[in-house]
């Protein structure tokens, strides 16, 4: 488009830049279906438009709202179709997509994969990761919201790994429930809790739910601790329902032991020792946990976004003693296998920002976490998140406010980032914001997860009978036809009556001034006429030059000005009864 613009001088070229900017606008979707990004590519599609019509006008000194009002009215008017076509035109939820971009797997902070620094990189993004509602639920859960993405079981010090292939959990710890279309654990006198998650897109296959999802949405698997791994990769929106339980159940398999004990060779002597001296001043496991706390608690450990590299454990903890979240996960973990208790690191979300307009919780990238589980013989896999015993408050806040909190008690430095998010957050801004979050929640809901399940429930509950792909765009494509045909009829009624009342109500005036003696000839035009007829009835003069300027502005003018074809039948009228009196 930018090359054509360099030889642009015909109409014709006008109008294909036009079509190459359609063609654009087209492919901004591409890129991104966002409501922000679907709102930039309406307006310059509307703006091509007004250009298109603006080119065809001509030049005419103040003329800038009539193209705009022209391009309303025809988005209006192609509103009906353009409704038409989404709810009814034959949807595929198979097949091949594809993106413009790459997928954002690697702006997620997940993988199969875990090192200290990789979480500590989202601290400061953005980007939306999923909205959670809670259907029924007139009120926020109590404590703080632990998203549990994914588990990890193979330690190599303080970087950890999932397997390469997630594995069912195992039929002895689980149960269908007839009707329900999904897996659910066995928990009893565990409180249950349902989501609603609209999920963003990012090419893996990792979903969230609170705590231990107990039933598995549609198109996904209970993975073996308890996380959800989709069947096919999330490359667009994607929204499923899920109930999580506060219980984990209390089983454990002897392979699932020893692979929670599983430590690498190379971790230090001191560090060995470290967790041996508490197997010896407790005798279960409930102290050696505590006891691993207080270590965190009392020598010295601080939290930071920036704490650097490491070398190893001994390194952290024992000399610098700085880190995120993912440092304090993996070293306590490491630590209780030590100290033989079976351990395992789970990463996902923590918090989120509650929306009071849309009554949703919207979790972003940089509300990524990472804690710890450790078996209990008497709980089971029981969370323990040693960063809160580091910075306490984390686990009820988001990070953003987290560190607003920080900051103003003086333990952190000036983020210039917190600093913006807590003026965003202040008055006004704080309710466009949520306005703002609650449309786009809503374009994700209602019309980017509009795929083919929701179309064949809308078209069973309108009493369409799916006869298949074919015979429904078939028919859309009539109904389209057929409303396209009345709009033109209607459209042509409309002119058509337009223009005949004109006429009609100019042979009407022609047959009055007839009536004082100047008949008009047929060959003669409304002007000339005008002009003979005032100079035979001076008296009437203007009045005749005033009608006849009206019936050529309204026979002849593109766009005739509001009103005026009642002012020309009210002088037309009224002239002959003003010359009889």
């Known amino acids: 488009m930018s090359l054509k613009i360099l030889e642009a ?25 966002d409501f922000t990004t679907a709102l930039c590519l309406l307006i310059a599609f509307a703006l091509l438009v007004v250009a298109l019509i603006q080119f065809h006008r001509g030049a005419s000194p103040g003329a800038v709202w009539p193209p705009v009002g022209t391009t309303c009215k025809l988005l209006l008017q192609a509103s009906p179709l353009v409704v038409l076509f989404f709810l009814l035109f034959p949807r595929i939820n198979a097949g091949p997509w594809f993106e413009l971009r790459p997928y954002r797997a690697a702006n997620t902070g997940f993988s199969d994969r875990l090192s200290p620094g990789r979480i500590a990189a989202l601290a400061n993004s953005s980007e939306i990761a999923f909205r959670a509602e809670f259907p029924g639920s007139s009120t926020r859960p109590s404590g703080p919201m632990y998203w549990r993405g994914i588990v990890m079981w193979h330690c190599n010090g303080m970087e950890w790994r999932a397997p390469y292939a997630p594995r069912p959990k195992s039929p002895s710890t689980t149960r269908d429930i007839a009707g329900s279309g999904g897996l659910t654990v066995q928990s009893a006198n565990a409180k249950e809790i349902q989501q609603r ?48 339980s506060e219980s ?66 001994e390194e952290f903890l024992f000399r610098r003693r700085v880190g995120f979240c993912g440092h304090y996960a993996t070293s306590f973990a490491a630590l209780m296998r030590l100290a033989g208790i079976p351990a395992r690191v789970v990463v996902g979300y923590l918090g989120g920002e509650y ?46 406010s987290f560190l607003e909190t920080r900051i103003a008690s003086g333990q952190m430095g000036v983020r210039q980032n917190a600093l913006i998010a807590q003026l965003l957050r202040s008055g006004v801004f704080t309710n466009v914001r949520f306005i703002w979050q609650t449309l786009s929640y809503e374009w994700d809901t209602r019309l980017l997860a509009f795929d083919a399940d929701v179309q064949d429930v809308l078209l069973t509950s309108m009493g369409i ?49 007839a009536r004082l003696g100047v008949p008009r000839d047929p060959c003669e035009g409304p002007l000339d006429f005008a002009r003979r007829a005032a100079q035979s009835l001076p008296n009437e003069s203007n009045r005749i030059r005033q009608i006849a300027d009206t019936y050529v502005q309204l026979r002849y003018a593109p766009q005739p000005a509001s009103g005026m074809l009642d002012r020309f039948a009210k002088e037309v009228n009224a002239f002959g009864a003003r010359t009889r009196h």
């Open 355 to 400: 929306n009071d307009l849309g009554h949703f919780f919207l979790v972003r990238q940089a509300d990524a976490h990472a804690w710890c589980e450790v078996w209990i013989p008497e709980k089971g896999w029981t969370r323990v998140d040693p960063s809160a015993a580091v910075a306490p408050g984390r686990a009820s806040l988001d990070l953003t």
């Open 248 to 313: 984990s159940g209390n089983e454990i398999t002897a392979k699932e032991r020893a692979e929670a004990l599983e430590v690498p060779a190379s971790i230090s002597p001191a560090v060995r020792d470290l967790a041996h001296s508490w197997t010896v001043q407790n005798r279960d496991s409930r102290g050696i946990v505590n006891s691993a706390l207080q270590f965190f608690r009392t020598q010295g450990f601080s939290y930071s976004l920036t704490p650097g590299e490491y070398d190893d454990l």
């Open 465 to 513: 009978a799916s006869r298949g792909s074919i015979f429904l765009a078939l028919e859309i494509l009539l109904a389209a036809i057929a409303l396209l045909a009345i709009y033109f009829a209607w459209m042509q009624l409309r002119t058509r009556s337009r223009v005949d009342r004109v006429k009609a109500l100019y042979e009407y005036f022609c047959r009055k001034i």
């Open 9 to 33: 001088h015909t109409a014709r070229e006008f109008r294909v830049m036009v079509l190459i900017g359609w063609m654009l606008c087209l492919c901004g979707f591409f890129l991104s279906q």
């Open 197 to 244: 998650i609209t999920l963003s897109p990012h090419g893996a296959r990792w979903m969230f739910a609170l705590d231990h999802p107990i039933k598995t949405p549609p198109g996904a698997m209970l993975a073996r601790g308890d996380y959800l791994s989709s069947v096919l990769p999330i490359r667009k929106s994607r929204q499923y329902e899920v109930v999580s």
